[in-house]
């Protein structure tokens, strides 16, 4: 390998495959509309057999040659709710079957709604719990200080005896 040489790049090399095979494919494309739109016969009928032809889709031979794969479509229960699509039809009479038959939301428990209460401070006599946080945070905050003045105060009284 020489030394002032790189590497080809992979998708430089790729990008320039397939430009030359897209160029090749326009020129192919032109060839035959130039030939469609001609009057001689011969001149078309060469132009069909100079095309090559497409090789095989392995996708669309695989249900060929598996044909154990393919499952038969299952018989419907009511072929009336099915349009011809096969899709199935909206029904009206179901639907409005299970919404009655839906189970509502259970009722919550007395001590459920104080907890709803509480949280919301809607309830009189009680404190939100917005309102209990913030007081144990401004305590927190508070109490810390004063430990570090302690600290700093028994630190600054000890360090000029040492």
Known sequence: MGWFTRSPDPMTVRAHELTTEISALKSQIAHLSDAAHSTDRHQ??????????????????????????????????????????????????????????????????????????????KNHGYTSLRKERRVARNRFIILTLVLLGFLWSILTLLIPQL
């Open 44 to 121: 078309i009928q060469t132009a069909l057999d100079e095309t090559p032809d497409l090789p095989p889709d392995p996708v669309l031979q695989a249900d060929l040659e598996f044909p154990e794969l393919l499952r038969p479509e299952p018989e419907r229960d009511c072929p009336g709710l099915f349009n011809d699509q096969g899709v199935r039809k909206f029904d009206l009479a179901g639907w409005w079957r299970r919404v009655k038959q839906r189970t509502p939301l259970p009722t919550p428990t007395p001590s459920e709604n104080i907890v709803i209460f509480i949280a919301s401070g």
